[in-house]
């Protein structure tokens, strides 16, 4: 089985920051976040290669988000620095193994956290 589990999320004011965590119970996949407010469809955040050797951003975080990991290894980061209000959101983390192709696709990713609560207030 892959089990994937979020944590780190909270309360912050706008301009603060929040580090999200994802552990999975396995190393070498592909892996990303995304995120989902009521009513919206999910969204793409960053995803980071198993090697690490490759990060994708949204164009709404680049320059304040920071996706990481350690050589493959659990566990995998969310730094998000300079939060605004439209921020907030359930964070989810997923995971897919084979090619990374179409790594901004929620389609693409096969396993899925439960999500952590962010909320930026203003």
């Known amino acids: 089985q892959v089990q994937l589990v979020e944590s780190g999320g909270g309360l912050v004011q706008a301009g603060g920051s929040l580090r999200l965590s994802c552990a999975a119970s396995?190393?070498?996949?592909?892996m990303g976040w995304f995120r989902q407010a009521p009513g919206k469809e999910r969204e793409f955040v960053a995803a980071?290669?198993?090697?690490?050797?490759?990060?994708y951003y949204a164009d709404s975080v680049k320059g304040r988000f920071t996706i990481s990991r350690d050589n493959a290894k659990n566990p995998m980061y969310l730094q998000m620095n300079s939060l605004k209000p439209e921020d907030t959101a359930v964070y989810y983390c997923a995971a897919r193994d084979g090619s990374f192709s179409a790594p901004r696709s929620p389609a693409r990713y096969k396993y899925w956290g439960q999500g952590t609560q962010a909320t930026v207030s203003s």
């Open positions: 396995v190393s070498s996949y592909h």
């Open positions: 980071i290669s198993w090697s690490g050797g490759a990060t």
